[in-house]
């Protein structure tokens, strides 16, 4: 089933609120860039992600180089960001800001 896709004004709310998601919005995807000590790190940094995708059921875009790791989210079939995608960000950046 199809998300709704979230508006504008609540997507600039999402992105500045206090508690907001540490994203950037870039071509109309949610873009995130972590950069860990380490290739291993980035590798276990992804391993995490990809748990919290799978439990989420639903995936980010992942490049990984060396140690930096950059994540996209967007709801494809729905065409744009959905809460899925806030709330998938929001998981990430509970991962991001632990110590590896």
């Known amino acids: 089933m ?9 997507l600039d709310s999402a992105l500045s609120a206090e508690d907001r998601v540490q994203w950037h919005l870039i071509g ?10 380490s290739f291993a790190d980035a ?11 799978e439990d989420a059921d639903h995936h980010p875009d992942i490049d990984i180089r060396y140690d930096r790791v950059t994540l996209a ?7 744009g960001i959905t809460q899925s995608d806030l709330d998938l960000a929001r998981a990430i950046d509970g991962v991001a800001t632990r110590p590896h």
């Open 2 to 10: 199809r998300q709704p896709v979230l508006s504008e004004s609540a």
């Open 73 to 79: 989210l967007i709801t494809h079939d729905s065409g």
């Open 28 to 37: 109309g995807k949610l873009i995130k860039t972590v950069t860990l000590a």
């Open 43 to 53: 590798l276990s940094f992804v391993v995490e992600v990809g748990r919290l995708a």
